[in-house]
């Protein structure tokens, strides 16, 4: 296991390292680059011959990659200049990504909790009304762009009837006590009930909007594979041999349905806490992704680097949890 688990690590840091390569590159092949983001469209050029030169950018591509990787690796990945100018891009990184976890754990768990039960039980019972009605519903879920939803739901739940807040992750005013950044785990810490239900209130909308693409690709999967295992033949000899039903579908069903799904759950994670850029827009939550979409809006080139390689790093990372997760349920993934 432990050999497993090193090897996956350094093929982590291959990725991640050739992945700034490329988001290095691109980002300065963008048309107007660093210098015009940061002197506007009206510098002169002797004003853009001397930044051009103070920010190393006459220098060939791989010194600069060089030096990039060299800031980077100490923690300095330089100010922003339009998402919140002035402050270091780690700072406005370490401020967002709190908002863009709560957001997509409960976006999750709500896929999860009713994505895994459905895809059961829509397998159980083939061809039926629920069966038909899931595959519709998961559908629906995949072909929904993800902002129209997003829409639909602020207007009707937070406009129409005011039964929860429309955007932002707390209520303004509210005099509330910060330990960790994470809104409803301080108030559950500091014992601040109201300030907790109030943070929670403000994740309902948004999560709802997020997780309709996971829940539909998870109710698949997961419908896909317990549809798959019920036609082995080590279930119907369990069948055979008088079993009980509880048992066949918890030892036999579940147990090995859930391989691909695990798998299923860990990608729409990571793919959560790495693009939530358009639902964070619409609610105006402050998290990564609304982030993201400031910086590409203003060219905010130091944020843009940081955001995109977090946020691969955290897909990576949240991948690499759920290929141990793999190795575990089934050992022989690590002799592979």
Same mark, same amino acid.
Request: hydrophobic letters at 55%.
């Given at each position: 296991?432990? &050999?497993?688990?090193?090897? $996956?690590?350094?093929?982590?840091?291959?990725?991640?390292?050739?992945?700034?390569?490329?988001?290095?590159?691109?980002?300065?092949?963008?048309?107007?680059?660093?210098?015009?983001?940061?002197?506007?469209?009206?510098?002169?050029?002797?004003?853009?011959?001397?930044?051009?030169?103070?920010?190393?950018?006459?220098?060939?591509?791989?010194?600069?990659?060089?030096?990039?990787?060299? &800031?980077?690796?100490?923690?300095?990945?330089? =100010?922003?200049?339009?998402?919140?100018?002035?402050?270091?891009?780690?700072?406005?990184?370490?401020? @967002?990504?709190?908002?863009?976890?709560?957001?997509?754990?409960?976006?999750?768990?709500?896929?999860?909790?009713?994505?895994?039960?459905?895809?059961?039980?829509?397998?159980? @019972? $083939?061809?039926?009304?629920?069966?038909?009605?899931?595959?519709?519903?998961?559908?629906?879920? %995949?072909?929904?762009?993800?902002?129209?939803? =997003?829409?639909?739901?602020?207007?009707?739940?937070?406009?129409?009837?005011?039964?929860?807040?429309?955007?932002?992750?707390?209520?303004?005013?509210?005099?509330?006590?910060?330990?960790?950044?994470?809104?409803?785990?301080?108030?559950?810490?500091? $014992?601040?009930?109201?300030?907790? =239900?109030?943070?929670?209130?403000?994740?309902?909308?948004?999560?709802?909007?997020?997780?309709?693409?996971?829940?539909?690709?998870?109710?698949?999967?997961? &419908?896909?594979?317990?549809?798959?295992?019920?036609?082995?033949?080590?279930?119907?000899?369990?069948?055979?041999?008088?079993?009980?039903?509880?048992?066949?579908? &918890?030892?036999? !069903?579940? @147990?090995?349905?859930?391989?691909?799904?695990?798998?299923?759950?860990?990608?729409?994670?990571?793919?959560?806490?790495?693009?939530?850029?358009?639902?964070?827009?619409?609610?105006?939550?402050?998290?990564?992704?609304?982030?993201?979409?400031?910086?590409?809006?203003?060219?905010?080139?130091? !944020?843009?680097?940081?955001?995109?390689?977090? =946020?691969?790093? %955290?897909?990576?990372?949240?991948?690499?949890?759920?290929?141990?997760?793999?190795?575990?349920?089934?050992?022989?993934? $690590?002799?592979?």
């Amino acid at each position: 296991m432990l &050999r497993y688990t090193l090897r $996956r690590l350094l093929q982590l840091v291959g990725v991640v390292l050739v992945l700034s390569m490329l988001i290095f590159g691109w980002l300065r092949a963008l048309p107007g680059g660093p210098v015009s983001a940061l002197l506007g469209e009206r510098g002169t050029e002797e004003a853009r011959r001397e930044l051009t030169a103070q920010l190393g950018l006459d220098q060939p591509i791989f010194v600069q990659y060089g030096k990039f990787l060299g &800031r980077a690796l100490s923690g300095d990945f330089g =100010a922003s200049t339009g998402v919140q100018p002035g402050d270091s891009a780690i700072e406005i990184f370490l401020q @967002r990504f709190p908002a863009t976890v709560e957001l997509s754990v409960v976006a999750i768990v709500l896929a999860v909790l009713f994505g895994i039960p459905l895809g059961y039980l829509a397998a159980r @019972r $083939r061809g039926g009304w629920l069966d038909n009605l899931g595959v519709v519903g998961s559908l629906v879920g %995949v072909a929904v762009p993800v902002f129209f939803l =997003a829409f639909l739901l602020k207007y009707l739940f937070a406009v129409q009837l005011g039964w929860l807040p429309a955007s932002g992750r707390q209520t303004g005013g509210l005099d509330a006590t910060r330990v960790t950044g994470f809104f409803v785990l301080d108030g559950l810490l500091t $014992r601040e009930w109201d300030a907790a =239900a109030d943070a929670l209130a403000h994740l309902v909308l948004p999560a709802m909007a997020l997780a309709t693409i996971p829940f539909a690709v998870i109710f698949r999967i997961t &419908r896909a594979a317990v549809l798959d295992v019920l036609d082995e033949d080590y279930v119907r000899t369990a069948e055979s041999k008088g079993l009980t039903t509880s048992v066949i579908r &918890r030892r036999h !069903v579940l @147990r090995n349905a859930m391989l691909p799904v695990v798998t299923t759950i860990g990608l729409q994670t990571g793919a959560l806490l790495a693009g939530a850029v358009l639902t964070e827009k619409v609610f105006a939550f402050p998290g990564l992704g609304e982030a993201l979409a400031l910086g590409f809006e203003r060219r905010d080139y130091p !944020v843009l680097q940081l955001m995109i390689i977090m =946020a691969a790093m %955290v897909y990576v990372l949240v991948n690499l949890v759920v290929d141990l997760s793999y190795a575990v349920i089934d050992p022989r993934v $690590r002799t592979r």
